[in-house]
Nanobody, 127 residues
């Protein structure tokens, strides 16, 4: 069974930084794409960043390009999201996801149909 446990969320001021961690277990880490989605109240769930484990290629949605960095430590089965220059519009619940492919931008359809999800960690950026 896939298990994903996120940590590192919190409250930060505009311009600040946070690093999210996702500890993954229950699957062969090298065979999947793993990444981060976020959802703000009243908004669609969107793919923020993803890393493809087969070749390490990373993907970012346009709104975080240049500010967020995704990385993975295969030895620890952990993926990280370093978030710098945070803005109030980055506020939301951030979910770690394991799926067959990377997706950035709005998620269409049921989350469970796309991949396996963690419970999420809250990120709040104050203005």
């Amino acid at each position: 069974e896939v298990q994903l446990v996120e940590s590192g969320g919190g409250l930060v001021q505009t311009g600040g930084s946070l690093r999210l961690s996702c500890a993954a277990s229950g699957f062969t880490f090298d065979d999947y794409a793993i990444g981060w989605f976020r959802q703000a109240p009243g908004k669609e769930r969107e793919g923020v960043s993803c890393i493809r484990s087969t070749d390490g290629r990373t993907f970012y949605t346009d709104s975080v390009e240049g500010r967020f960095t995704i990385s993975s430590d295969n030895a620890k089965n952990t993926v990280y999201l370093q978030m710098n220059s945070l803005k109030p519009e980055d506020t939301g619940t951030y979910y770690c996801v394991v799926a067959k492919f990377c997706l950035t931008g709005p998620l269409r359809g049921e989350p469970g149909d796309f991949g396996s999800w963690g419970r999420g960690t809250q990120v709040t950026v104050s203005s």
